[in-house]
C-alpha cells in the first residue's frame, strides 16, 4: 500500500514556495547593479587632470607671496568635496531623486530670492550668499534646478501611448521655466538664455508634441522680448548711482555710468560684438578681456607653450573663470582645447545613448538634463571665449575656479551616474518589473524615445 503522501513532493511543493515569497520580497528591493559608466568616468578624470594644471597657472594674478599654493589647494578641496559627492550620489537609486527634487528646486529658488533681497554684489550684481568666508552663488543650483524640475514635471504627464505630454505639463514646465529665468534676469542675459536652452531642449526630448512646442518657443520669445524691452525703457534716462558712476569709471564702460541697471551693458556687448573690423581695434579697458583672450589662443598654436608659461594669465581678467579655456589653448595648444570641447559633446552623447536604453521617462529625462545643463554651459563658455558669443560670464565645469560650480556640477554627475548604475534598460525584463514596482505609480511612463 503507497503512502498517502509523498515526502519529497511535500519538500519540493515547500522549496518552490520558499523560492516564489522570496522572490516577491526582492520584487520590493532595489538592488544596485554594479553597472559603472565608464565614459563618464574617463571624461570626469580627464577634465580634472586639465583642471589642476591649468587653474594653478591661470590663477597667478591671485597668487599672493607668502602663499603661492594657496588658489590651487582651495580648488582641489572643492574637487574632493565634489568627488565625494558623487560616489555618494551614485549608490543611491534614481527614486530618491525624484523624491528630493521638489526639495531641491524649492530651496534654490528660496536661495536666489534671498540673493535678490539682501545678497552680496559681484561685478555689479547681487549674485552671492555670504556665510564668513564662504560664498556661495544660489544661481548655480538654479540652473540644475531648472533641469531636475522640469524632467520631474515632464515625467509625471506624459500622455499613455502617446509621445506626447499633456497640456497641463507643458503648461507647468513653461510656467517653471518663465520663474526660473526670471530669478536670474538680473544676474546676466547668458543665465537667462541657458535656462531656456535648457528647458527648450528637454521639452524636445521629453516627448512634447510640436504644436506645443512651437507655442511655447513663440511665448519664450514674446515675453524675453518684453522682458528686455521694459530694462531698456527702465534704465533710458534714469540717474545713475554714486555705486554706478563708480563702476563705470573703474570699467571705463562705453556710454558712462548707468542707473545700475545691467540692460545697458548688455547692449554696448552686443554693439561691441558685431561692430566691423574688431580685429583691428587697440586694445583698452572697453574690449580688453576679449583681444587678451583673442591674443592667448593665437600664441598657443597647435601645441601650446607648455603648462606654467602663459604669457597673458597675469594680464588677462579673470583668467582662472571666465576666461580659463583662453588660458588652456595658449598653453596647451588647439588640440588640447578641442580634446577639452569633444570630453564635453562625448558626455552628452553618452547621456543620449544612457537615455535612450531607459524604459522609463524619468531617468531617460534625469540623465539627459544632467548632462545639458553641464554642456550647454561649457558651449557658451568656449563660444564667448573664442568670440562666437559677445563677452560675458560663464564658467567652464569643473575647470574654472568656483566652488559652487564645482559642487553642482559634480552633484549632477553622480546623478547621471546613479541613473546610468540603476535605471533598468529596456531589454532587461526583470529590471524593468523590479523598477515598476518601487517607482511612484505617478511616474510609470514610457520612454518617449522609445515611441
Not at 535605471?423 to 525584463?429: P, S, V
Request: proline residues 4%; charged residues 15%; contains cysteine.
Amino acid at each position: 500500500m503507497e503512502p498517502a503522501f509523498n515526502i519529497d513532493e511535500v519538500i519540493t511543493e515547500g522549496s518552490q514556495a520558499v523560492a516564489e515569497t522570496t522572490a516577491a520580497e526582492d520584487l520590493n528591493k532595489i538592488k544596485p547593479k554594479m553597472r559603472t559608466d565608464q565614459h563618464i568616468w574617463g571624461i570626469y578624470i580627464s577634465l580634472l587632470i586639465i583642471s589642476v594644471i591649468e587653474l594653478f597657472s591661470a590663477s597667478s594674478q591671485e597668487v599672493q607671496i607668502n602663499d603661492i599654493y594657496g588658489p590651487i589647494i582651495r580648488h582641489a578641496r572643492f574637487l574632493a568635496i565634489g568627488l565625494v559627492l558623487m560616489l555618494a550620489i551614485q549608490k543611491f537609486h534614481f527614486k530618491y531623486i525624484y523624491r528630493l527634487t521638489p526639495l531641491y528646486v524649492f530651496g534654490s529658488i528660496m536661495a536666489m530670492l534671498m540673493v535678490l533681497g539682501m545678497g552680496v554684489k559681484v561685478n555689479g550684481a547681487q549674485r552671492a550668499i555670504q556665510f564668513g568666508s564662504i560664498m556661495i552663488l544660489p544661481a548655480e543650483f538654479l540652473k540644475l534646478a531648472a533641469a531636475l524640475g522640469i524632467a520631474y514635471i515632464l515625467s509625471r504627464t506624459q500622455m499613455p501611448g502617446k509621445r506626447d505630454v499633456t497640456t497641463k505639463g507643458v503648461v507647468s514646465s513653461a510656467v517653471f521655466t518663465l520663474v526660473c529665468a526670471g530669478l536670474l534676469f538680473s544676474h546676466g542675459l547668458t543665465n537667462t538664455l541657458l535656462i531656456f536652452a535648457i528647458s527648450i531642449s528637454m521639452m524636445l526630448i521629453g516627448g512634447v508634441g510640436m504644436k506645443k512646442f512651437l507655442i511655447v518657443c513663440c511665448v519664450y520669445g514674446l515675453i524675453g522680448a518684453a522682458a528686455m524691452g521694459y530694462k531698456l525703457w527702465q534704465n533710458k534716462g534714469a540717474a545713475p548711482s554714486p555705486e554706478a558712476i563708480e563702476i563705470a569709471e573703474l570699467n571705463q564702460e562705453e556710454g558712462g555710468a548707468t542707473s545700475g541697471n545691467r540692460s545697458s551693458t548688455w547692449v554696448a556687448r552686443v554693439q561691441r560684438h558685431f561692430r566691423l573690423n574688431k580685429a583691428g581695434d587697440k586694445i583698452d579697458d572697453t574690449n580688453k578681456q576679449e583681444q587678451l583672450s583673442y591674443i592667448a589662443q593665437a600664441h598657443g598654436g597647435l601645441t601650446g607653450v607648455g603648462p606654467g608659461n602663459s604669457r597673458e594669465n597675469a594680464r588677462l581678467p579673470l583668467a582662472f573663470s571666465d576666461y580659463i579655456y583662453a588660458i588652456v589653448i595658449e598653453e596647451l595648444g588647439l588640440v588640447t582645447g578641442i580634446f577639452v570641447l569633444l570630453c564635453y559633446l562625448w558626455l552628452l552623447a553618452r547621456a543620449g545613448r544612457v537615455a535612450t536604453q531607459c524604459k522609463q521617462t524619468f531617468p531617460c529625462l534625469l540623465v539627459i538634463g544632467c548632462a545639458i545643463y553641464i554642456v550647454y554651459q561649457a558651449l557658451f563658455h568656449m563660444a564667448i571665449v573664442t568670440g562666437v558669443f559677445p563677452v560675458s560670464g560663464q564658467p567652464l565645469p569643473l575647470i574654472s575656479k568656483g566652488g559652487t560650480s564645482v559642487i553642482v556640477t559634480s552633484i549632477a554627475l553622480g546623478i547621471m551616474l546613479s541613473t546610468s548604475r540603476h535605471a533598468a534598460f529596456k531589454d532587461d525584463k526583470e529590471a524593468i518589473r523590479q523598477e515598476l514596482n518601487n517607482l511612484p505609480a505617478s511616474i510609470h511612463s514610457d520612454n518617449p524615445s522609445q515611441l
